[in-house]
């Protein structure tokens, strides 16, 4: 059962894992190829200020704890050449009225997050290939854990009908041992 279970967990796990990063690489590829084609970077001037905002925000797809955003308000041009105006996120911290700062929008030119970009999606997929391995690898062992344990409670469960067969009679007079 060993025997079986190592090689489940060397050659079936990391196999699995390989399998499931590559078709998650896939579609996150194709996403990536389709929020470019959808969101366009432009060029926002900042107005103020965004009034009843946080003066700093973060976002956890775009940037980490240690990269805070500003909420501006800000106007810039549409992909269809239109002004547009609102509040947009910024990485500045003092962001002054009349700088400029970089922004995505969709193709309607409502801001847009930033799109996924190649190695982000690639090492998602890693993880997620990472992720499936573990996962059948703790599934290997228990299964292995669980065979097991049947196996043994069969063999106790004999043990206890052999046992009350041949009863406890040593020591005891008249028994025939």
């Given at each position: 059962?060993?025997?079986?279970?190592?090689?489940?967990?060397?050659?079936?796990?990391?196999?699995?894992?390989?399998?499931?990063?590559s078709f998650t690489d896939d579609a996150l590829q194709k996403s990536v190829r389709a929020q470019r084609a959808q969101r366009h970077a432009t060029t926002a001037v900042v107005l103020r200020r965004a009034p009843e905002a946080p003066h700093?925000?973060?976002?956890?797809?775009?940037?980490?704890?240690?990269?805070?955003?500003?909420?501006?308000?800000?106007?810039w041009k549409a992909p269809d050449g239109t002004d547009r105006r609102g509040?947009?996120?910024t990485l500045s911290r003092k962001?002054?009225?009349?700088?400029?700062?970089?922004?995505?929008?969709?193709?309607?030119?409502h801001p847009a997050p930033r799109p996924m970009d190649t190695p982000t999606a690639h090492t998602h997929a890693a993880l997620a290939g990472f992720g499936v391995m573990?996962?059948?690898?703790?599934?290997?062992?228990?299964?292995?854990?669980?065979i097991v344990w049947r196996m043994m409670r069969g063999r106790y469960t004999r043990i206890d009908?052999?046992?009350?067969?041949a009863?406890?009679?040593?020591?005891?007079?008249?028994?025939?041992?």
């Open positions: 059962m060993a025997l079986v279970a190592l090689i489940l967990m060397v050659l079936a796990a990391p196999t699995l894992g390989w399998r499931c990063g700093f925000v973060t976002d956890p797809e775009v940037s980490s704890e240690r990269t805070p955003q500003t909420l501006v308000v800000a106007r509040t947009v996120t962001p002054g009225p009349g700088t400029e700062v970089k922004i995505w929008t969709d193709r309607d030119g573990l996962l059948a690898v703790a599934l290997i062992e228990g299964c292995r854990r669980l009908q052999d046992w009350a067969e009863g406890p009679d040593w020591g005891r007079t008249g028994t025939g041992s």
